[in-house]
T-cell receptor, first 115, second 114 residues
């Protein structure tokens, strides 16, 4: 079974630009969550997708948006990048029915630097 | 609302010594509790979880944690530290099954001295 893969691994963007981060969920998983991990902090929940619909969102502005595709891969889009958006972005997948019994499977993340 | 507090951002132990990483949570409903480990430049790996049932849970790599409702704690322990245990550890709480939202603590960096 494959794990969760994220691309790219590192990215440098300029303030004001837009960025798309990609995640391929573990095989068979239909739920994906995205987290932002700033340096020295724990991950912060951005949002979750289940069967292509957003069904949970953290305290992030609308310029953070996402998509989940029929094959359960997903994207995180961030518009109008700000310096504070610099962070490690983690994607985590799970089989929805297993959420209470298992944690998520996390990818290795995308390190975004905004300059 | 839910929150997690990890006491001690850095913990240093000698190889072979007891590891104790502290986690206290706040939750208005029965929580699900998790410990994750993160090695440099990697994602998070689940160490163990508590959902219901036995309050002492065993995880991978010899770690275990005990859910104490009266103390709202879920401390992580390992009897004998190994050099390979050096990493950052995160405690997380989730309430309910609806959303995948987990609230994480700020992490504890474990250093293991030879």
């Amino acid at each position: 079974e494959t794990g969760v893969t994220q691309s790219p691994t590192h990215l440098i963007k300029t303030r004001g630009q837009q960025v798309t981060l990609r995640c391929s969920s573990q095989s068979g998983h239909n739920t994906v969550s995205w987290y932002q991990q700033a340096l020295g902090q724990g991950p912060q929940f951005i949002f979750q997708y289940y069967r292509e619909e957003e069904n949970g969102r953290g305290n992030f502005p609308p310029r953070f948006s996402g998509l989940q595709f029929p094959n359960y891969s997903s994207e995180l889009n961030v518009n109008a990048l700000e310096l504070d958006d610099s962070a490690l972005y983690l994607c985590a997948s799970s089989l929805a029915l297993e959420i209470t019994n298992y944690g998520y499977t996390f990818g290795s993340g995308t390190r975004l630097t905004v300059v | 609302a839910q929150s997690v507090t990890q006491l001690g951002s850095h913990v240093s132990v000698s190889e072979g010594a007891l590891v104790l990483l502290r986690c206290n949570y706040s939750s208005s409903v029965p929580p699900y509790l998790f410990w994750y480990v993160q090695y440099p430049n990697q994602g998070l790996q689940l160490l163990l979880k508590y959902t219901t049932g036995a309050t002492l849970v065993k995880g991978i790599n010899g770690f275990e944690a005990e859910f104490k409702k009266s103390e709202t704690s879920f401390h992580l322990t390992k009897p004998s530290a190994h050099m390979s245990d050096a990493a950052e550890y995160f405690c997380a709480v989730r309430t309910g099954t609806n959303a995948g939202k987990s609230t994480f603590g700020d992490g504890t960096t474990l250093t293991v001295k030879p």
